[in-house]
């Protein structure tokens, strides 16, 4: 929240990516940037997989978007990533909304 206070809506999704990583720094969190995740497919661990933008605490995937708005195929695409990753949470965050709790999502995977 204290980014988007700061920014506000407008900027690219990499320059609220890095703030929010400097402030979660800040606050002691843990977190690894752009992590690459492989894909298994047809028994092949194959390196075309996607990166996710944050995992915090290696229990979160952070996706973060700054769109006009965000649609089912963001959600799709966080949920593929969860999948993908092994974790079953997820937070979808668009910035380019006027109050940032318009723009949060969570997103549970259930087996």
Do not use: W
Not at 5 to 14: D, K, M
Not at 52 to 67: N, P, T
Not at 81 to 100: D, P, R
Request: hydrophobic residues 45%.
């Amino acid at each position: 929240m204290h980014v988007h206070s700061a920014l506000g809506p407008g900027l690219l999704e990499s320059a609220y990516e890095t703030c929010l990583c400097r402030a979660l720094s800040k606050a002691g969190v843990r977190f690894e940037r752009q992590v690459a995740e492989p894909v298994i497919y047809d028994g092949l661990r194959l390196d075309c997989g996607f990166r996710a933008d944050l995992v915090v605490e290696s229990r979160v995937i952070v996706e973060i978007k700054s769109v006009d708005r965000l649609l089912a195929i963001h959600d799709a695409q966080l949920l593929t990533y969860l999948k993908l990753a092994g974790i079953s949470l997820g937070l979808l965050i668009n910035f380019n909304v006027a109050h940032l709790r318009d723009g949060i999502r969570r997103r549970v995977l259930t087996p």
